[in-house]
Each structure stands twice: as C-alpha cells, then as structure tokens.
C-alpha cells in the first residue's frame, strides 16, 4: 500500500491564483482530513470527511473547499490564494469504527503564496 | 484556540536521558494521542491513550493521563539521536465537547538529542 500520497510537495503561487492540492489513499480509510500547519502553532483542521458526500468544516475552513466524491481522494481547493495560506498542508485519514482513532498523515505540501 | 499545549516548546537532551514532554487540553476527550514528526516529513501515531486509562507503555514510551487535571505526559526513556523530532500530542474530541470526529493538535515539543 502507498499509504496517503499527496501532490505537489511544493508549490508557488500568486495572490488570487487557485489551485487544488490533491491528496488519495489507498486503505479504504472513511475518514479523511486537511491540517495546515505553521510554525508555533501546531496542526490546525480545516476541513474532513467521514465518507464520500459527507464533509464538515474544521477550525480554519476560510478561504478552502473540499468535496469527497470517492472514498479514495479528497481534494483541498483554494479559490483565490492570499499570503496568510502560505503554509505546510497535511492529508490524513483514519478508520472509522468505534475506538480507531490512529491517524495516517501524508508527506505534506509546502505552499507559498506571493 | 489550540486544544492541546506542549510543554516545554523545545527540549534538549544527551543520548541515554529520559525526555518527559507534557500536554495539557481544555475540553473533554475521548482519547489523546502522541504523534512524531521527523524535519520535512509527516507525523507518525505513536500511542494512545483512552480517557479512562492513566497510563500506557509502549517499548520505550510511557503516557500518563490524568483527566481532573486536563494533562498528559510522554516519557521517552534512554533516549537515542535517533529519536530528534518534534512530538505532538492530540485529543479526539467527545461527542458533548465538539465531535468525536475531530483531533486537535497541541503546537509540539521539539527535542533534540545529542550523541
């Protein structure tokens, strides 16, 4: 199994432009969910999902979309890039039976936003 | 706000030490977990531990939990260089304080051990 891949690992874009980091996983995980992290402040959810159709904002949802149309990929979209999202962004997913609480992260993208 | 605070911030050892971080969470959980990331990589599970167990071990890993204070510790015994990295612990939320679905993150301890 690759586990949960995402792409790209690095990315520059300019204030407005979108763009879509992508992120899959290959163990049939329901469960999946986008952090960003920046330093001094840890991992921060932005949005997950507990199955195809079924997505919820996290602590940080402004300025990302998500949609879950497969049980395997769950894309983080920005719409218009700003500065403030230049950050590291984490895929990750998990089971979700009763007591299954492991979380299994991706290698993460570096975004920078100019 | 951050649910879980690490303690402290960073941490600097020589190898063959005990390392002991802590974490302490506002909300009620329903389980709190460490993870360890490596620089550049992403963060690995390490341990759990539920809401009504006080303490775990896991090769040379010990976590502690004591709930009526809100903190956790993770004690890392005869530490090697290999195991330099940023740790972070997480609390999955209860059903009653946010949903059980979500895990929130403290802003970690690095440490750093030296050879």
């Known amino acids: 199994n690759a586990g949960v891949t995402q792409t790209p690992k690095f990315q520059v874009l300019k204030t407005g432009q979108s763009m879509t980091l992508q992120c899959a996983q290959d163990m049939n995980h329901e469960y999946m969910s986008w952090y960003r992290q920046d330093p001094g402040m840890g991992l921060r959810l932005i949005h997950y999902s507990v199955g195809a159709g079924i997505t919820d904002q996290g602590e940080v949802p402004n300025g990302y979309n998500v949609s879950r149309s497969t049980t395997e990929d769950f894309p983080l979209r920005l719409l218009s890039a700003a500065p403030s999202q230049t950050s590291v962004y984490f895929c990750a997913s998990r089971i979700t039976s009763p007591g299954a609480y492991e979380q299994y992260f991706g290698p993460g993208t570096r975004l920078t936003v100019t | 706000s951050q649910q879980g605070e690490e303690d402290p911030q960073a941490l600097s050892i020589q190898e063959g030490e005990n390392a002991t971080m802590n974490c302490s969470y506002k909300?009620?959980?329903?389980?709190l977990q460490w993870y360890r990331q490596n620089s550049g990589r992403g963060l690995v599970h390490l341990i759990l531990i539920r809401s009504n167990e006080r303490e775990k071990h896991s090769g040379r890993l010990r976590v502690t939990l004591d709930t009526s204070k809100k903190s956790s510790s993770l004690l890392i015994t005869a530490s090697r260089a290999a195991d330099t990295a940023s740790y972070f612990c997480?609390?999955?939320?209860?059903?009653?304080?946010?949903?059980?679905?979500?895990?929130?993150f403290g802003a970690g301890t690095r440490l750093a051990v030296h050879p």
């Open positions: 909300t009620s959980i329903n389980n």
């Open positions: 997480a609390t999955a939320l209860n059903m009653f304080s946010g949903g059980y679905n979500k895990l929130i």
